[in-house]
């Protein structure tokens, strides 16, 4: 499948990514944030779901999940990423160095999914991925309220 939105085009076997999900346990860790993740994940907005099932992945099986307290301290922010079967085609550099070890996301790399500030972002790097996994292989950093 080919998408393009925003600064990306990607080439995704939706296909191969959904059969090494639904082999994956999902989230394993017992810590606080990934409980309280698992829980809510179950009521995730079908905005950003859907978006994510488009691709085969299944919302609630990341490869890693963080939550912390947003600025206004009433809610959970949630920043956490999933494996793709397949190739960037075009916006593969989101990351723009900034100092000696400082590096910030451009801007026109987020894809807004909802009012509540859910975004995410495509690239080429990948951190924590399976042992097994299909490849040509990219990630999906998603971050949410």
Request: aromatic share 12%.
């Amino acid at each position: 499948m080919i998408f393009e939105q925003g600064v990306y085009r990607l080439n995704v076997d939706v296909e191969r990514t959904g059969a090494f999900y639904e082999a994956e346990p999902g989230i394993t860790c017992d810590c606080a944030g990934c409980r309280n993740f698992a829980t809510l994940s179950e009521r995730m907005p079908e905005r950003i779901a859907g978006f994510l099932r488009r691709f085969g992945l299944d919302p609630m099986k990341p490869a890693e999940m963080s939550a912390v307290y947003a600025p206004d301290r009433h809610s959970v922010f949630y920043d956490g990423w999933y494996h793709i079967c397949g190739r960037i085609l075009e916006g593969t550099d989101p990351m723009e160095q900034v100092g000696p070890k400082q590096w910030k996301t451009k801007e026109e790399y987020f894809l807004p999914l909802d009012d509540n500030g859910g975004t995410v972002l495509f690239q080429a790097k990948r951190d924590l991925l399976s042992a097994g996994f299909p490849e040509p292989v990219m990630q999906v950093n998603v971050m949410c309220v």
